[in-house]
């Protein structure tokens, strides 16, 4: 499969969903049909050629044409589906004695692939997708993969769709929440997601003008928090807004996790909850929280995230066409460039503490619980 002219090519999206997806599969379809080549979309990530007895008659790929995609790139969702659950490379399988244990069953996909007569594949996805597009590529499959991520925490690449949505949502919540914080004169502590990364967190905290923002990279003093909190309280000013990455931790304490199971990836939660709890003994004010969780990751993308989902599908569709294999498409502020998936994947990219948009945030005044 990795030489050769190209009749038909396979698309998928895997992971989270994040706003963004399906203008990226636009793209794929347009450039790909513009070149006379077949293209199907495969349901689920990689299950519609994986666990294909799930699908009707067997079937998890669709005939992806024109007029399918002809409307969806301000959609929010994949049309294709997606799991972030699961993951073939560590396949969760029970033993004859009730334990789980983890198997390779990415073969499977590689003969799935196979039965299809794809030639070649556009992965969508963020570091667990990337993960697996190199693989399959090491086994030959010819593949090109997109960057996705709402938590802008993929290494190699300056930019992911679905990041610049997220933040404007996450903004314009905040926006809100002053309202109601100020009107009940309470602290309102805002949860949002991001896993390992604050980005989230940290640009929507700054543009809307929260009083503490508390991020992974920076571990906090709830101590510190508090004080900062009693110290900004005046009559003209008797609120708060705290925003917390739901990857955020004390200083003395780990993530806040509500699940880890075999073959899955570990689920953050809960570290407003603990912020609020923490609070509620140095703080005189009720603090209460909101969790915008999985409410980032819906609606339609934004015009950035929108233009950029178009252009990283048609250089995806571009890179196939030049014969590339295991590269992932990146933004390099302005291009869109091509560098191997090992180089973005395995190392998260993450805020520096000392960046410039912190060194802002400290100078507008606000608290990052250090
Ligand atoms: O990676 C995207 C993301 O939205 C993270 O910010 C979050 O921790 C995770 O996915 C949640 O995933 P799930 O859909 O399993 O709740």
């Known amino acids: 499969m990795e030489n050769g002219t190209i009749k038909r090519i396979a698309v998928n999206t895997g992971g ?3 706003p963004g997806l399906n203008a990226v599969i636009k793209a794929v379809t347009m450039s790909a049909i513009q070149r006379g ?15 294909p007895a799930q699908y009707p008659n067997g079937d998890g790929v669709i005939r992806l044409t024109q007029e399918i995609v002809k409307d969806i790139t301000a959609m929010g969702g994949t049309i294709l589906g997606t799991t972030n659950r699961g ?12 334990t789980v244990v983890e ?57 992911t769709f679905g990041f610049d949505t997220a933040v404007s949502f996450a903004t314009e919540c905040i926006d809100r929440l002053h309202y109601t914080a100020k009107s009940h004169k309470r602290i309102m ?27 992974p990279e920076i571990p906090y003093d709830i101590k510190k928090v508090a004080d900062f909190l009693n110290g900004t309280f005046t009559e003209e000013k008797d609120y708060a807004i705290v925003v917390v990455a739901e990857g955020a931790f004390p200083r003395d304490g780990g993530y806040a996790v509500i699940e880890k199971e075999a073959g899955k ?31 980032l990751r819906g609606g339609s993308p934004t015009t950035f995230d929108r233009l950029l989902s178009l252009r990283f599908g048609a250089a ?8 590339q294999s295991g590269v992932m498409v990146a933004h390099k502020v302005p291009n869109m460039t091509y560098i191997p998936i090992e180089e973005a994947i395995g190392k998260l990219k993450t805020v520096n503490p000392d960046g410039e948009t912190i060194r802002t945030g400290r100078e507008l005044g606000i608290c990052f619980g250090d």
């Open 16 to 18: 989270g969903d994040a």
């Open 37 to 51: 080549w077949e293209v199907y979309g495969i349901r689920d990530g990689y299950n519609g050629v994986f666990l």
């Open 87 to 98: 993951n073939p490379l560590k396949f969760p399988m029970k033993t004859a004695n009730g």
């Open 103 to 159: 198997v390779d069953r990415s073969d499977e996909i590689v003969e799935g692939l196979k039965r299809y007569n794809i030639d070649a594949v556009v992965a969508i996805g963020g570091d667990g997708s990337l993960t697996m597009a190199n693989e399959f590529h090491k086994k030959g499959v010819r593949i090109v993969g997109v960057p996705k991520t709402i938590d802008n925490d993929l290494s190699g690449t300056d930019t």
């Open 189 to 215: 502590v805002v949860e949002v997601m991001g896993r390992y990364a604050g980005w989230i967190a940290l640009n929507s905290g700054v543009s809307g003008s929260a009083d503490v923002i508390l991020i």
């Open 265 to 295: 990836s570990e689920r953050l939660g809960g570290a407003a909850d603990k912020v609020v709890e923490q609070l509620s003994h140095l703080v005189k004010k009720e603090a209460r929280t909101a969790i915008l969780g999985h409410l």
């Open 316 to 323: 995806a569709v571009r890179a196939l066409e030049e014969g």
